[in-house]
Nanobody, 114 residues
Framework: QVQLVESGGGLVQPGGSLRLSCAAS?????MSWYRQAPGKERELVAS????????NYADSVKGRFTISRDNVKNTVSLQMNSLKPDDTAVYFC??????????WGQGTQVTVSS
């Protein structure tokens, strides 16, 4: 089992920035951020392996969001810049361990509004 605890969501104006963090209870191979807006399916935002050799971003966030990991602390962060109203969603941390099992965090709300 892996427990994931997210933090850093909130309300921000368009063009602003937020940083999300997720702490895992132990090391995992791949850590990712997903988001789900009201009435929409959950979508992958960004993903990163433990080595950093495989990093992926949704087209809609490329150039604005940056995912990073601290393998010593078992954390993953998502720096979100130039936020838009369309980025409003609940953001979920996801981790996959070496056995291929996946785990979800509880989610944190990000609201981009003036």
């Amino acid at each position: 089992q892996v427990q994931l605890v997210e933090s850093g969501g909130g309300l921000v104006q368009p063009g602003g920035s937020l940083r999300l963090s997720c702490a895992a209870s132990r090391f995992t191979f791949r850590m990712s951020w997903y988001r789900q807006a009201p009435g929409k399916e959950r979508e992958l935002v960004a993903s990163m392996t433990s080595t950093g050799g495989s990093t992926n971003y949704a087209d809609s966030v490329k150039g604005r969001f940056t995912i990073s990991r601290d393998n010593v602390k078992n954390t993953v962060s998502l720096q979100m810049n130039s936020l838009k109203p369309d980025d409003t969603a609940v953001y979920f941390c996801h981790a996959r361990d070496l056995a291929g099992l996946g785990y979800w965090g509880q989610g944190t709300q990000v609201t981009v509004s003036s």
